[in-house]
């Protein structure tokens, strides 16, 4: 194990380590921890630069009603859900399918359609927008859901494919081989044998989707126009300069951005992690 | 005459012969034809407007490369260039304190755990929290007031200082980048290979000679990958840039993917031929990168087969 472990070190240093973590902690946090002070202050706090002292007022819940009541906050939280999940799920359910026809068959363009999806999941985003932002309006779906999401689930296969590719082959091949000596259809194949099996990367990709696209604000800027369709990075976007001032509200508004992902982040940590790190560990 | 019987029996006789074949392409087309749609071929569009003179309405005019030439020329594409080179170049901080950070917490001790994932926060929160957190910490009444006022710099704003603004800018947009490297290291120091740090340690090696020849060598995987998402997280600046400063004060925070739609998108003209060959530009500089990374693929894929 590196480095060694502090159990094997002098008890001062465990001592020290011990305490040292927390410290460490609090010095890393201190920008989330200043939002969410901020957010539980009034006015009057903020004017007067109280900060980091006791609040005068214990006011997150007055806050957060202020966001709730006069700003579209609710409509931006549900077009987010409306956003991300059908993304969530076209994406997975497409790449299941190219990365199986990747992993599995051996044919001439293989390896060139493979690298085609990773080379077109790292382009800048700028060299797609005009013609995407015009395709969208040609299809009638500019300032929709739906043209938003069709545009994350074509974009996300990229990642996915990339990701399923190389889960699926790295599972047994000689399972495979059976199935078809024992007159297995290739359809059976892929659904009783291949998607029972990649059940991990399914979870993995699915929270790694809807952290990327809850958190997605680009795309939202250039597809979406109307309040009615605008998710909540976009909103807290437009409400950040509405609200010059008004850091507590603005606080209170980008805790409720922030809370869906930390939630699937400590709900299904494991397979986030797996998932962010490709085959860091294979290489 | 063939009774249907027959017909059926050849039907499932010839799918037989070719399924094998064919089922690939079953399986890819929908998810490769809508990567097509709307990936790929945009690729080569813009690059196709970056040679027209378009306001997204009227019928564009070909110009040649003149929208190229006019770059050259211009200003504000060099302030751009620099900050994207200024973002690359600090961006790069994250991996080295990645994992420092990584080391420092790969421990087992009570509660480890979720201090790890409290460590790793910063980067499951959007950047347009992240970007709002921070112009609201650098707000000289703001987060950092207390500090400046100790430090004797009172009402200090660094967003609004021309010269220190993508500096701030960076910094922030840093904070998730650590974290997201710190993740990739955590998981390289858990796959090391015991035996060898063991016999490494018998031979005598300690420290950063331990550290140098026998640890990072292992990490090597993690390593690349941390430095291909962050090059590439550096590149794609946008949030940041949108929510902090909108490019300014005065165009000095500006990177060429604000930019870029900055003059295809907003009040400043909707110059789309003028926009792509900025994205162009900015598409031919991380094309390096993309190919480096499939360049490495492909030799480990060649390995593998």
């Known amino acids: 194990m590196f480095p060694i472990p502090i159990q094997k070190r002098p008890f001062i240093n465990q001592i020290s380590y011990r305490i040292l973590i927390p410290i460490s902690l609090a010095i890393w946090l201190i920008p989330l921890i200043g939002i969410m002070l901020t957010s539980i202050r009034g006015l009057g706090d903020i004017t007067q630069g109280n900060l980091w002292g006791m609040p005068s007022e214990f006011l997150l819940f007055s806050n957060l009603k202020d966001v709730f009541q006069n700003t579209p906050m609710l409509s931006y939280i549900i077009n987010s859900f409306k956003i991300t999940i059908p993304t969530m799920i076209g994406a997975v359910a497409l790449s299941c399918m190219t990365g199986f026809a990747l992993a599995s068959y051996k044919f001439k363009a293989n390896l060139f359609i493979f690298f085609t999806f990773i080379a077109g999941n790292f382009v800048p985003f700028q060299i797609l927008m005009i013609p995407v932002r015009d395709l969208t309006y040609q299809m009638g779906l500019y300032d929709t859901v739906t043209g938003l999401v069709l545009f994350h689930v074509a974009f996300q296969t990229g990642f996915c494919t990339l990701f399923m590719r190389n889960f699926i082959k790295a599972l047994p091949n000689e399972l495979f081989e059976a199935a078809r000596i024992d007159g297995t259809s290739e359809f059976n194949i892929f659904f009783k044998i291949v998607l029972p099996l990649t059940r991990p990367a399914i979870a993995a990709l699915s929270v790694l989707i809807f952290t990327f696209i809850w958190n997605d604000f680009f795309w939202a800027t250039v597809l979406i126009q109307g309040h009615h369709a605008m998710p909540i990075t976009a909103g807290l976007k437009s409400l950040n300069g509405q609200w010059i001032s008004a850091y507590h509200l603005l606080s209170a508004g980008s805790i409720m951005a922030a809370i869906p992902p930390v939630i699937m982040f400590f709900l299904m940590q494991k397979h986030f992690i797996a998932g962010l790190t490709l085959g860091a560990s294979k290489g | 005459m063939l009774n249907s019987d027959t017909i059926s029996y050849r039907k499932s006789s010839w799918w037989k012969l070719n399924q094998q074949r064919l089922t690939p392409w079953i399986f890819l087309s929908p998810g490769l034809l809508l990567f097509l749609v709307y990936v790929i071929w945009p690729i080569f569009n813009s690059l196709y407007i970056s040679l027209l003179q378009w306001d997204g309405l009227s019928p564009a005019i070909y110009v040649g490369i003149s929208n190229y030439i006019e770059l050259l020329d211009d200003e504000y594409f060099y302030i751009s260039l620099m900050n994207n080179l200024k973002w ?11 994992l420092g950070l990584a080391i420092f917490l790969n421990q087992t001790i009570f509660g480890i755990r979720l201090i790890k994932s409290l460590f790793f926060f910063p980067f499951v929160i959007s950047q347009v929290v992240i970007g709002i957190i921070f112009a609201w910490f650098y707000n000289p009444r703001g987060v950092i007031g207390p500090f400046l006022d100790f430090i004797g710099l009172s009402n200090y704003a660094i967003l609004a200082d021309e010269n220190f603004a993508t500096y701030g800018i960076i910094f922030a947009g840093i904070y998730p980048q650590i974290a997201y490297c ?26 950063f000679s331990l550290f140098k020849n026998i640890i990072l060598p292992q990490l090597r995987p993690a390593t690349f990958l941390a430095i291909v998402v962050t090059v590439i997280g550096s590149l794609r600046s946008f949030d940041m840039v949108a929510i902090m400063t909108q490019g300014g004060p005065w165009g000095s925070t500006n990177v060429l993917a604000y930019y870029m739609f900055e003059t295809a998108l907003s009040e400043y003209g909707y110059r789309m031929g003028y926009g792509s060959a900025i994205a162009a530009v900015l598409f031919t500089i991380m094309m390096f990168y993309i190919l480096f990374f499939i360049y490495r693929m492909y030799q480990s894929e060649k390995k593998g087969l």
């Not at chain 2, 690359?88 to 990645?98: D, K, S, Y």
């Not at chain 2, 290291?185 to 090391?192: A, C, M, S, V």
């Open chain 2, 88 to 98: 690359l170049i600090f961006f790069m901080l994250a991996v080295p304190i990645g």
């Open chain 2, 182 to 207: 710190m993740i990739l290291y955590l998981t390289g120091l858990n796959n090391l290979n015991t035996d060898q740090i063991e016999a490494g340690r018998m031979d005598g090696a300690k420290g």
